[in-house]
């Protein structure tokens, strides 16, 4: 069917109407809605975002934002930069000050923004560079309004809508307009909109989508990514191109062909001496995971991570000969590498894109399109796959950590493109377990030795440590025992497993008046070591959903030798604590007259809880604080 | 000539012989590659095993000036993955500067013999860092732990004010530094040595060097080399020559205000520039020099003495004032009224124009405006010039503009001194912001005549605070407080309140950090305008503070305000701790016990002083029938304690700490 002519003319202009409705608009800041003003720090008074991409791949972005800053601390929120490189130029940029009661102050246009490079590290070698304006405002409340437009030949990445994009900021409109070729096919995935009232006004080659009126959230402990409760919209097109590569996809077979062919395709040649070395290999371990592992161990001492992401080497990997020669690349380019490695020694692997980061986000399977921020490799075997994180030289074979764990990745190969999942880290798995020994004198001085093992997701919490430089291990350990005082290291031992992903401690120490002496009294509290004693904060009204992400295990136990001449006042009763979270459970006997085994179960289960449930939790929490300070009590009689 | 020429060469040769030592490039000694640990330091990730930087000055006949010469060889083994960084190279240079070489190449040791990979320069960048400043990025290839990096480089650059500093120190060790500087007997030259003093070898010597084309018919700039019909010049030039060897890592310590302090650099400023029988151009030699030059710029001195007539109404209303009064009145005005852009500078950026209308400046527009209208109504009134915290202590000994990079106001009144800084909204007449506080500065007085000064700490502060509570039958504490911060203690808890965004988001931030706090009120005076005191009063509910076993209760005694660690967790400290202001804490809390309890058993009243009369603290807790009554009192007259004290200071912290978890034991009857 033909798209009818006068419709997307008839949204265009719906679209300048409310521009200009905007232009006209009275910044004072009592205009702001009442309702607008609760917990906020600034105020979204408009925004648009208008995009416009034409058949010869060429991408116009239009923004203009204007924000009202009623205190200091939302001085961040107007977001007063705009990232470039030689694919993405901006043509306009400019700025508008208003004063509290909407009147114009000031003005600046593209010459007064500064310039600078974004990458400061010596790792990254990259052309993106961003313009930026330092603006210090006179007095509060006061509001900006900025406009800036870029053109871009990248058309594969369409800018997102992200109407809400900080906590204590409320909005009060914000516009998204997309105009495309007619004949392409747009796809689109969109959270919460009905839920937040968004008008959505959709025709062939244009998308729009408007909101109004949403007061301003407050950032809450343990609340779910935004997806699960802000409106946003993620637009892709069938057709696309990076740095003039063009492509067409509509589904990831095709998808996966084109990245293939542009992207990986005629790099993957290992030099004679390395594909020689990885024969061997081949040879000498027959079993597919050892063989794996020795592949991972070679590609570990051999490399290092450094990123060029330079034009179209910020989606290219380095040739497989380069990495060889260089011993150095990007995730990209160290993937492709570990991937080139394990064909030459019999084992089939696969370029996986993933997004990385703490969130657990997974790539969009309902858009076949450009994702992802990070590359990491796939191994089937027959029985298992094994994973494999390149960057990291330090880490265990397998192992993936929060980084990029139990999300949804895309693997590709020649001639083969599909949805994967990386492994979770589940509740049991995630265990630390210790056995301390530990022995009191008069004074109340303690004498330990503590035996910790750490494993699955809580393998990360500590494993660098023994990379640390003696002094920075023992003012690790002095933070982290910070209710310990004076405390003297008389030895500190670290090993990694890097086949089972464990990292044990062996510490001993000694630290001073670790019991409080009262008259005749000592207190004691028995969990020396493992204190849960952060409380999540209260609130009167908890608004957002409760998702403990990454469960976990702790399992400590303590041998506790008394001073000569004390005995114990009392046994402290079994404490139990159950509730929808998790478990804790603690437990001091008494073996001999002097000497107690404290024993301490602990575990916090994954999950996602209503907004309604939190208040549970926090008790809980607080709860475990309580009981992990609780001490127990001898006498000297 | 000849014979002088002789002497001259084996003066040099003698140079040669007695300091530097020579490292061929690209000769890579198998030992070296061969190591797996440092000699002295076998934690450290990486070493410079040799460095050498020459400077020195080119004529340039297209400039008709010299060039700064640039040339370094540095070599790095790196022991282990985490000494990786070390392979990534990052040359800063000026923005008209140029390479005329750069070589560099990694050596690994494969099957007992040497393999040299070469750094192509295809996979060198170039990068813009700002206006005046590039830089040249590499990652080194083939780079593995054991290897050996071999980098060779020369740079030449326009002469400017100052040298880049040349670090003699790292955060991993150095065997070998050298730093040969030469200088064309035109330039003289400041110097100073910062850091921590290393052992170092130091030989001056000279050399002539000869300008073969100084005929310019255009004479520009201070370039200008008198003309002369020979086409050879010849004047002489100064060498100096500085080697470290075993320089050990700089490893960092909390509680110092700029690890740069102490990590050991020499640095360099020009001085003066005179050409043979030419006029002498005066960068800087002396502190007054400095001072002259300041005071007759349009950017320092000039706007001290400008006549701002938009402001008279400001100075008349000051006049009516008594001398005294007219400080706060003045201070508060520009404080409230100007606002900080975060931008230092001892000179004005924006201009008293731009201030005035703008509202916005840097240190230099709004605290020499200050120090302007401090003038205009009669008081006796200094600029004083500053190095920041994050600039580094200031080098006395050796003056130069480049050090100096902040400045504030001293009054003398009434046989008073008082500091006053106004780019800070909440700090109040005669305190100092922490980045000010940096032990020196240097006055210049009506006269232009400089002085250094010491600039005492003026930051004392104040909190008291009264507890009236009680214990219920169901073991929580009820009751009032009211608290009340003075002086420094004032603006920091103003800075506190702020920050935390309004009443709710700082009762929010209260119970965060107390969960088992309940606020049922709370209520504050003197947040708003000037005054000297905040007051809190907050009524509250408290669980969790006492237990009961059996016929016991044990109760805490200091309830919220129990200190209950401290921060001088290391052995041993190599540096002082500095504090950011001094003053007293009192504390005096009752808590009446419910009628079924008596008291078993108190904490011992104690005593406790820091040597030198540093500081002391004072604790006991009575019981008078059911009413029990602590007191604390803490006061630190120090804001810096030598590391010869940290002994004393820690053992000190921690009886305070100890002495404070003592319980009070109660007995059911």
Known sequence: MQPKRNQPLLITWLFFLMCSNVAAQNFAVSAIPEKLLKSANSVVRQAALHVEINEKHVMEVSRTWTITVLNKSANGHLDTYEVYSNAEKITHFSAVVFDANGKEIKKFKKSDFQDISVVNQGTVFSDYRAQFLNYTPIRYPYTMQFKVVTRSINTAFIPSWNPISYYHQSLEHSHYFLQYPASWQLSTTEHQLEKYGVIKTEENGQYMLQLSAVPALINEYGSPDPEHFLPSAHCSLNHYSLQNVSGQADNWQQFGSWYYQHMLSGRELLPEQTLSEMKALEASFPDSVERDYQVYRYMQAKTRYVNVAIGIGGWKPLAVADVDRLSYGDCKALSFYTMALLEAAGLPATYTIVYAGKSMKSIDTTQVSVQGNHVIVSVPLPDTTIWLETTNPHLPFGYLGSFTDNRSVLSLREGKTYIDHTPAYNTAENLQSSSSIVSLDENGDLQANIRLRNMGSQFENRYNLERYRTEEKEDYYRKFWSHLNAVRFDSIQHTTDRKTAAFDENIALTAQAYGTISGSRMFIIPNVFNRLDNVPPRYPERKLPLQIKRGFTDIDTIHIQLPEGYVLEALPEETLLESPFGTYRTQLIQSNPNTLMFERYLQIRDGFHEASAYSQYQQFRREIARKDQTPFIINKP | ?669
Not at chain 2, 124 to 133: A, G, L, S
Not at chain 2, 242 to 266: G, Q
Not at chain 2, 347 to 369: A, F
Not at chain 2, 606 to 627: C, H, I, K
């Open chain 2, 1 to 669: 000539m000849k014979k002088n020429l002789v002497i001259l060469l084996s003066l040099l040769l003698a140079t040669q012989v007695l300091l530097a030592q020579k490292v061929k490039f690209r000769k890579i000694a198998k030992e070296d590659l061969e190591a797996t640990v440092h000699p002295t330091d076998p934690e450290a990730e990486a070493a410079i095993l040799y460095q050498s930087c020459r400077r020195h000055y080119v004529f340039n006949t297209a400039d008709n000036f010299f060039k700064l010469q640039t040339q370094v060889h540095q070599r790095i083994k790196i022991y282990n993955q985490d000494g990786l960084s070390w392979a990534d190279i990052g040359i800063p240079f000026h923005i008209e500067g140029s390479f005329s070489k750069l070589r560099a190449y990694t050596y690994n040791l494969k099957d007992g013999k040497i393999e040299e990979i070469k750094l192509e320069n295809q996979d060198i960048f170039t990068e813009d860092i700002n206006k005046y400043v590039k830089r040249r990025k590499a990652a080194m290839p083939g780079v593995v732990p054991g290897s050996v990096i071999d980098i060779e480089y020369e740079l030449s650059e326009p002469a400017t004010i100052s040298l880049r500093p040349f670090y003699m120190q790292y955060s991993i060790p150095v065997d070998y530094s050298e730093y040969i500087v030469e200088t064309p007997e035109y330039f003289r030259f400041n110097k100073a040595m910062k850091g921590i003093p290393l052992k170092m070898d130091i030989e001056n010597s000279s050399k002539s060097g000869v300008i073969s084309q100084g005929v310019s018919s255009n004479n520009r700039s201070i370039g200008a080399v008198q003309s002369h019909s020979s086409n050879n010049i010849n004047y002489s030039i100064n060498v100096e020559t500085y080697v470290a060897k075993n320089v050990p890592a700089l490893k960092e310590e909390p509680f110092v205000t700029n690890m740069d302090n102490y990590r050991s650099s020499i640095n360099y400023e020009l001085s003066f520039i005179q050409f043979q029988g030419g006029r002498m151009y005066n960068y800087s030699t002396t502190w007054d020099d400095i001072a002259d030059n300041l005071m007759a710029s349009e950017f320092f001195g000039q706007v001290i003495d400008r006549r701002l007539g938009e402001l008279n109404p400001i100075v008349e209303e000051a006049m009516a004032l008594d001398l005294e009064e007219r400080i706060p009145f003045i201070y508060y005005y520009v404080r409230d009224t100007y606002n900080w852009n975060d931008y230092y500078g001892e000179q004005t950026m924006e201009g008293m124009r731009k201030l005035l209308s703008q509202k916005t400046g840097n240190v230099g527009d709004i605290n020499l405006l200050l120090i302007n209208l401090l003038k205009k109504v009669e008081l006796d009134v200094m600029p004083v010039l500053l190095s920041t915290r994050s600039n580094g202590i200031l080098n006395i000994s050796h003056p130069s503009f480049t050090q100096i990079n902040y400045v504030i106001a001293q009054v003398n009144v009434n046989g008073k001194t008082i500091y006053l800084d106004a780019t800070d909204k909440d700090l109040l007449a005669g305190y100092l912001p922490p980045r000010a506080l940096n032990i020196d500065g240097i006055t210049i007085d009506s006269k232009r005549k400089t002085n250094r000064i010491d600039i005492v700490n003026p930051n004392n502060g104040n909190t008291t605070v009264f507890a009236i509570t009680s214990l219920t039958d169901d073991l929580k504490i009820e009751g009032q407080a009211r608290l009340m911060y003075e002086n420094f203690d004032a603006s920091m808890f103003k800075i506190k309140y702020k920050s935390a965004e309004r009443k709710e988001g700082y009762t929010k931030s209260l119970m965060d950090t107390y969960p088992d706090l309940e606020i049922a009120e709370i209520a504050h005076e003197g947040i708003e305008g000037h005054a000297k005191k905040v007051t809190e009063n907050i009524s509250f509910e408290l669980e969790g503070m006492a237990i009961e076993t059996g016929e016991f209760i044990y109760l805490n005694p200091m309830l919220i305000w129990q200190d209950t660690e401290h921060q001088f967790k290391r052995e041993k400290r190599e540096f002082p701790v500095f504090y950011n202001s001094t003053g007293n804490e009192k504390y005096m809390i009752t808590i009446k016990l419910p009628e079924n309890v008596e008291v078993e058993s108190l904490p011992q009243a104690v005593r406790l002083a820091l040597p030198e009369n540093m500081g002391n603290f004072l604790y006991s807790v009575t019981a008078m029938g059911n009413n029990i009554t602590v007191q604390y009192q803490y006061s630190r007259t120090a804001d810096m304690i030598s590391p010869l004290y940290y002994d004393a200071l820690r053992n000190y912290m921690t009886l305070l700490v100890d002495k404070q978890a003592e319980k009070i034991v109660l007995k059911k009857i």
